[in-house]
């Protein structure tokens, strides 16, 4: 089975502000192939100046990492569907919330892909079918426990 690494960096200067909380939270992502990705911790979660918008936040790419595993599969069977996908885009969404159990965590995951087709189109079923079996074979959707959800538009 193929290996996948990512690194994460993160350095700070200054220890006595890191010891003050006085410290920031942005990062870079490094995958395997070398692609860097800026990263912060959520400004939701981190006010600002400890923490960056502009960076991609854990719970980004948590989420993104679920919707284009998705999206990959959803292609690779539309294709050998004999289905030709001329677009695709996906605005997915999640939020996080405190369970029974005091912890806070990612509960659902929803994506909302629209995808449009050369002709022929497929039909709903088709397309609804198509769906299932991409969350089925998605490794990142069969690694987690957050329920996730597909609403086409």
Do not use: Q
């Not at 996080?96 to 990612?106: F, M, N, P």
């Amino acid at each position: 089975m193929p290996k996948h690494s990512a690194t994460v960096a993160w350095s700070n200067p200054d220890p006595a502000a890191f010891r003050e909380g006085r410290y920031s939270r942005a990062f870079t992502f490094h995958f395997d192939g070398g692609a860097a990705v800026a990263g912060s911790a959520s400004p939701d979660v981190v006010k600002a100046p400890w923490s960056d918008p502009a960076g991609v936040d854990p719970e980004e790419a948590f989420l993104a990492s679920i919707a284009s595993c998705h999206m990959l599969w959803f292609l690779d069977l539309a294709k050998h569907a004999g289905h030709a996908v001329i677009a695709y885009d996906d605005t997915a969404e999640t939020k996080l919330v405190r369970s029974g159990d005091g912890k806070v965590r990612i509960e659902t995951v929803t994506l909302h892909p629209r995808i449009a087709f050369a002709d022929p189109v497929p039909d709903a079923a088709a397309i609804m079918a198509l769906h299932e079996a991409a969350h089925d074979k998605c490794f990142i959707a069969n690694s987690v426990s957050a329920k996730i959800l597909i609403e086409p538009a």
